[in-house]
């Protein structure tokens, strides 16, 4: 999944998805306005082909959780409140709320919101938590209320189409660093296989969540070597195995400080070969360096590319089911 901002041209990634064959966009940036998302999704899904995509068609992607982080802006969008705001109010009065906010990206041509939080912020730590708590981000500080409120998000998107997911699995709730900006202070000391910050992605999961997003903090308990989304003992042992997620697993911006160390076509294969399936590249500029990683490392070792397989038939799995495959019912 690669980045659009909100400031490049109309055909920037042209080349990306007709030659380069990437399946999957993401708005970036802020944009402005419902007709410039709406015709910039169309001259996208004019780009699907049976030489560029195989004919199926693209997953667009935006990140509008409510408050700070809002991507779709300006006349034609709905602002939502920060998720301790929406939790306010009833969960069903959210789904209703969230239907709303759904139909509004839906029109634009969007059908995936990388929403909502189900990161648990305990209130000893409130807004010292620099990803989330700080912002307000969290629908709360217990684990079973914001389960509650992952699921009601997700059935009022899913009302208007759109397809959510839970984040940022295992749990980002008792960091103090902001991955996305630093590489201090992401590591939560007390997170294990039996935490109870785990239940809300349970929840989300069991609401028809269609992809766990990853942190990228480093939880020593369960892996002491590998941040979460490089690391099998998270995303195949635990969120697999043991919790029984069977569907698609996505990064969260593999261009974040967190991981700037980390060569970007490493950060690619490390991904996938931790039991991942779509890497977010927020910078279309590495995506070539990505794919050759990917498919040398392929052509290098026989496993690897049994995990690319499986990957590519799980994300075809949700495409088909949000009707995006020549052959899929829905379309």
């Given at each position: ?88 109010q009833s969960p ?61 998000f997700l059935d ?12 940022h699995f295992p ?161």
């Open positions: 999944m690669i980045g659009f901002d909100t400031n490049a041209p109309l055909e920037s990634l042209d080349d990306e998805i007709t030659d380069g064959h990437v399946g999957n966009v993401i708005y970036l940036g802020g944009w402005e306005g419902f007709d410039k998302v709406r015709s910039t999704s169309e001259h996208l899904e004019g780009l699907v082909s049976d030489a560029s995509t195989g004919g199926v068609g693209l997953i667009i992607a935006a990140d509008q959780e409510g408050g700070i982080v809002h991507q779709l802006r300006g006349e034609g969008f709905t602002r939502p409140p920060r998720a301790l705001d929406q939790a306010q069903a009065e959210l789904t209703e709320a969230a239907a709303g906010w759904g139909e509004e990206i839906a029109s634009a041509g969007v059908n995936l919101n990388l929403a909502p939080v189900a990161d648990t912020v305990p209130e000893e730590i409130g807004t010292a938590n620099e990803p989330i708590g700080r912002w307000g981000r969290q629908f709360g500080s217990d684990p079973e209320v914001v389960g509650e409120y992952v699921a009601a009022g998107m899913s009302q208007a189409g759109v397809e959510g997911i839970v984040k749990g980002l709730g008792r960091v103090t660093g902001n991955t996305d900006f630093t590489a201090e202070g992401i590591e939560d000391t007390v997170a294990t296989v039996e935490d109870p910050f785990l239940e809300p992605f349970v929840a989300g999961m069991d609401a028809g969540a269609s992809m766990v997003m990853m942190s990228s903090a480093l939880y020593p308990n369960i892996d002491p070597e590998n941040q979460a989304l490089y690391s099998s003992a998270v995303v195949t042992d635990l969120l697999r195995d043991r919790l029984g997620w069977d569907g698609v697993v996505i990064t969260d911006d593999v261009n974040a400080a967190a991981l700037s160390d980390i060569p970007a076509g490493e950060r690619a294969v490390r991904f996938i070969g931790a039991g991942g399936d779509i890497v977010l590249n927020g910078d279309p500029n590495a995506t070539g360096e990505m794919l050759d990683a990917i498919r040398a490392e392929m052509a290098a070792d026989p496993a690897f590319a049994e995990q690319v397989e499986a990957s590519v038939t799980r994300v075809l799995t949700l495409k088909d089911e949000m009707g995006l495959l020549p052959c899929s019912a829905a379309s």
